[in-house]
């Protein structure tokens, strides 16, 4: 079975930075595509970003282009998500996934999410 954890959130300050991890387990990281997505209050959940496992092609959401980086560690099957210059707007649970090569197909099911909260 495919499970993915979420970790690493936490209040922080606009202007801060936060590591979000992502321990995959019933598959080899590289295997899929994997990505962070986020969830907002009253809003639906939206892509931040993705790593092809295709060809190793890395997209981002405009929103958060420039301030923040995925990466995955494939020896230790876990992903990461490094948010710097975090906005109030950036406040949201925040999941990961993995599935096909531009995440359009998954393949587990959304787990607890962390939660990030970015004060003004």
């Known amino acids: 079975e495919v499970q993915l954890v979420e970790s690493g959130g936490g209040l922080v300050q606009a202007g801060g930075s936060l590591r979000l991890s992502c321990a995959a387990s019933g598959f080899t990281n590289d295997d899929y595509s994997i990505g962070w997505f986020r969830q907002a209050p009253g809003k639906e959940r939206e892509g931040v970003s993705c790593?092809?496992?295709?060809?190793?092609?890395?997209y981002y959401a405009d929103s958060v282009a420039g301030r923040f980086t995925i990466s995955r560690d494939n020896a230790a099957n876990t992903a990461y998500l490094h948010a710097d210059s975090l906005k109030p707007e950036d406040t949201a649970v925040y999941y990961c996934n993995a599935g096909n090569s531009r995440l359009t197909v998954l393949v587990a099911s959304w787990g607890q999410g962390t939660q990030v909260t970015v004060s003004s």
């Open positions: 790593i092809d496992s295709s060809d190793g092609t890395i």
